[in-house]
Nanobody
Framework: QVQLVESGGGLVQPGGSLRLSCAASGSIHSSYGMGWYRQAPMKQRELVAVVTNSGRTNYADSVKGRFTISRDSAKNTVYLQMNTLKPEDTAVYYC?????????WGRGTQVIVSS
């Protein structure tokens, strides 16, 4: 089993920045890919960004150039640096870890972008 705990969410004004963190524990190793998803009210959960075990990254078109995903394998932690935030980025952000058929989720952290 893998446990994921997100932190760093909150209320921020449009144009501001936040950095989310996700600490993984349990039976995780560097072969796991890790990523961030988000779910806005009345919408389906969507991929935000992912980083593979080899360090390759992929982003949703809506966040390219504004968000950066990174991982510290020594700390089993993945980060999401979010800049130039927009009201449409408001959502619950979930950390995800995957390895083959195994897929784990955190409980989420709320991000609200509002003036």
């Amino acid at each position: 089993q893998v446990q994921l705990v997100e932190s760093g969410g909150g209320l921020v004004q449009p144009g501001g920045s936040l950095r989310l963190s996700c600490a993984a524990s349990g039976s995780i190793h560097s072969s796991y890919g890790m990523g961030w998803y988000r779910q806005a009210p009345m919408k389906q959960r969507e991929l935000v960004a992912v980083v593979t075990n080899s360090g390759r990254t992929n982003y949703a078109d809506s966040v390219k150039g504004r968000f950066t995903i990174s991982r510290d394998s020594a700390k089993n932690t993945v980060y999401l640096q979010m800049n130039t935030l927009k009201p449409e980025d408001t959502a619950v952000y979930y950390c995800n870890s995957y390895f083959g058929p195994k897929n784990y989720w955190g409980r989420g952290t709320q991000v609200i972008v509002s003036s």
